[in-house]
């Protein structure tokens, strides 16, 4: 008896694709092409990204309160007699404030006695703040506000030496204040790492709108102290895990390199749900992509008020920065949308305050996560088209335009309506072809479309928790890493959902 055919790696993966799609139809009547079936293993086999086997070599969580190249203070001692220069009636004023309302202030606190107190967060000259507090003699964390003349206690929490209700800190701990929009946490270091004991939004929002630019102009860093010594750390907030990674790129694809190092966005998960996180551009050394360094801060602005649009892509096409985002700053189900603009600005470093228009996609669905390259003289657009958020049903798009700028004129070559949890599309050439990736949730995979819009195989690689990104760059010394994350959270019982991820590298064996 003949031994069956061993089937390679190439086929199990093309042919896993055609299995899984062989009933769903090719193309809509005269419209886009659907997920359709692999083309023959003749064309899909020989195609080089199926020689890619994934394995994942680190994982780490990037972490800081104040994003590291972002303080505006550092180390500042208050002394127990001092409140420290400025004062805006008992607090201590820097004298400047946040560009975004992402902010944190953090302080080393050593108490003095049992009626010791500690404050910091944001405050005006005029003597109005956004503060957490901390008392000695009660014990208690909270949270304030005082607008019109009056201060109010938003939320309160007695707090022990481990975090956990009764009791007080003892001796030197940290105490940190964040904001993220118009999320106000405060957060205790009591030797174990940071751990956030209170949060409020809905409060916060209702006394003052830190979103409205002139309302955050008038506010800065501000500290209090009585029978205390303080060391304080102010300045933008930087992250509690990192997410949706897309390659800084020039317009023909090939990644933007400076001195060595390429580019890249992530999205900064913040304390709180999408609007509470932000955007990012980070450079790293393709040989070792966990030397990552944080260059730039990218915030919106529209209708007077500074957002967190994240979750997009930075591309160089001559002298021009185009920057596309996801509407994610103001979130409701329902509008979640993609904008973009241009700017001769060198938006990879420095904090940036952009505006942002709408982009007009070719759908009436909500759209995200955009990302666009120019091959053979069109532009190329993936994003994510979903009808509803609620819940949540979302799949990859890929359009395409003949025009000059990459959001004129475009048509849907692909609309994968047969996927329901998909998203993180990347276009990406490996070997002189240029491919269509994504991030399907409920098979747990990575699907793999040429720019006809044909489903051609998948990746071979693992996938973590969550919808990791298939980000790949090709290694300097040979092979290709893939730049991911996944869904660990971050303080859920106190967060909730968002504060996700750890950064996953994998690379081709």
Known sequence: MS???????????????????????????????????????????EAAIFDLSLQITDQHRPFALVAPGFAALEGYAVRPSDAGPGRGRDVGLHDSGPPAPFAAVQARVTPGGEGATAALGLATPAGEHVLVRWSARTGRVTIEVRTGGRTRVLRRRTVSPAGSPAGSPTG???????????????????????????????KVADLVDLRREDVLAEHRYAWAGQDVALEVDAGVFGMTGLR????????????????????????????????????????????????????????????GLVLGDHAGQVVRDGDRWLVA???????????????????????????????????????????????????????????????????FDFHPVLARTQAARWHEDLEPVLVADDLHQTEGPIIAT????????????????????????????????????????????????????????????????????????????????
């Open 3 to 45: 031994r069956p055919p061993v089937l390679g790696r190439r086929a199990v993966l093309v042919g896993a694709a055609a299995g899984a799609l062989a009933a769903c139809t090719a193309e809509r009547d005269a419209g886009p092409a659907t997920s359709s079936p692999a083309p023959a293993p003749s064309t899909a086999q």
């Open 172 to 202: 030197t701990f940290g105490l940190a204040f964040a904001l993220c929009e118009n999320q106000v946490t405060a957060l205790l270091d009591t030797g174990a790492g940071w751990e956030p004991v209170l949060t409020e939004r809905t």
């Open 244 to 303: 949706d990674p897309h390659l800084v790129q020039h317009a023909d694809g090939t990644p933007y390199e400076r001195d060595g190092r390429v580019y890249l966005t992530w999205t900064c998960a913040g304390l709180g749900f999408f609007q509470q996180a932000h955007w990012t551009v980070w450079s790293l050394d393709p040989a070792d992509p966990r030397d990552m360094r944080l260059e730039g801060q990218l915030f919106s602005r529209r209708d």
């Open 325 to 391: 985002s996801s509407s994610w700053g103001d979130f409701e189900p329902g509008s979640i949308h993609v904008r973009h603009t241009e700017t001769t600005a060198d938006v990879l470093h420095g904090v940036h305050v952009l505006d942002h228009e709408r982009t007009p996609l070719p759908t009436e669905q909500g759209t995200w996560d955009p990302g666009f390259t120019r091959v053979d003289g069109a532009w190329h657009v993936g994003y994510v088209e979903s009808p509803s958020q609620d819940p």
């Open 430 to 509: 490996v070997e002189d072809t240029t491919w269509f990736l994504a991030s399907d949730g409920d098979a747990r995979h990575y699907p793999v479309f040429d720019l006809g819009g044909r489903r051609v195989g998948r990746l071979d690689a693992p996938y973590p928790s969550n919808i990791p990104h298939p980000q790949l760059l090709a290694d300097p010394a040979g092979g290709w890493w893939m730049i991911s994350f996944e869904g660990t959270q971050f303080a859920e019982p106190v967060m909730g959902y968002g504060g996700h991820g750890d950064v996953v590298l994998l690379h081709s064996r």
